[in-house]
């Protein structure tokens, strides 16, 4: 068999459209495709296949998973030769911040094999830019993300953007969590809460004041405290604020996109704008995950799901910071 016959059924580029069993079944003839074109065992082939995505079985792959290695089998078998043993290889060495920024090794890193969008942050990456899988939540109500950007990957913490502040803000208060933040993102968020003084004499900011809020936020800042936890009541209270904000050059335009589809959730799921039943979501996060896929107003938030887990510093009780391994 060759590749040339699996796209008769399926033109390349299409792997978005494929999902659960489909998708495996053509990963396996796709397998069986390169196989035959570059003679290789198809056993060891897809021993190669398990320590690209690093995972002992290829039934523990995901879609997201599998997507990216069909793209992978279709350049290698293009490619042809003796190309895919060098595609087909981990990445081992990945290079993190250490302290309260750091996030957990990557379970898998590659060089993109397509341009495509991040899992997290929606922002772009192109072809051979390096991307990667976090290791997947353990416990509900967290889903796995997908493929993230170097900068979700890695470095969101060390230097986080006014919307990666956002995010941590989403995914939280979707989960049902109050919003925990580093000292590096206190600062972020306390910069943009006082960079106009009018701020503090907004509505939302006269009915819920946060005067005390800037205080914790300014002390995580200063002693790079591990976790600043915010109430949920706070949280919303921020979001009011910061929708009062004027343009500033430090607010990009993606940052401001980001805030206007937070907005825009956080009161949908306030006004159940699709009569989601409680009677039979709850009032919590999956009725919150069905009001978010329901959404007529489709966003880089509501198009990529979740909730995710973000990360959170870990602390032993004398408060000694524990860095993920
Ligand atoms: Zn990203």
Redesign the pocket.
């Known amino acids: 068999m060759t590749l040339f016959g699996v796209e008769e059924v399926l033109p390349c580029g299409n792997e978005a459209e494929l999902a659960g069993t489909e998708l495996r079944q053509h990963v396996a003839k796709a397998v069986d495709a390169l196989s035959a074109t570059v003679g290789e065992d198809p056993q060891v082939l897809r021993r190669r296949l398990l320590k690209l995505v690093n995972l002992p079985r290829l039934s523990d792959a995901d879609d997201h998973d599998l997507r990216e290695v069909l793209r992978e089998l279709r350049v290698c078998e293009q490619e042809g030769g003796g190309a895919y043993r060098a595609r087909l290889r981990r990445v081992t060495r990945v290079d993190r911040p250490a302290g309260i920024a750091r996030l957990p090794r990557p379970r898998l890193v590659k060089p993109a094999s397509t341009a495509g969008t991040?899992g997290?942050?929606?922002?772009g990456y192109n072809v051979g830019e390096l991307i990667g899988r976090t290791p997947s939540p353990e416990e509900l109500p967290y889903i796995p993300m997908g493929w993230?950007?170097w900068?979700?990957l890695v470095q969101r913490r060390h230097q986080p953007r006014r919307r990666d502040v956002l995010l941590r803000v989403f995914h939280a208060l979707f989960a049902g969590d109050g919003v925990g933040l580093n000292g590096i993102e206190c600062g972020v968020l306390l910069e943009w809460l006082t960079e106009d003084p009018a701020l503090a004499n907004s509505k939302p900011w006269a009915a819920d004041p946060l005067e005390n809020t800037l205080v914790r936020l300014r002390a995580g800042d200063m002693d790079g405290k591990p976790t600043t936890w915010l109430s949920a009541q706070t949280a919303h209270t921020i979001v009011a604020v910061l929708q009062e904000a004027v343009a500033s050059p430090t607010t990009t335009v993606q940052d401001g996109e980001m805030l206007s589809a937070l907005v825009q959730h956080l009161a949908e799921w306030a006004t159940n704008p699709a009569n989601v039943r409680s009677s039979r979501y709850g009032t919590g996060w999956r009725f919150r995950q069905q009001v978010l896929a329901l959404t007529e107003y489709p966003t880089v938030l509501s198009q990529r799901g979740g909730p995710f887990f973000l990360y959170q510093c870990k602390t032993t009780k004398t408060g000694q910071l524990v860095e993920p391994a």
Do not use: R
């Open positions: 991040c997290l942050c929606g922002d993230l950007c900068h979700c």
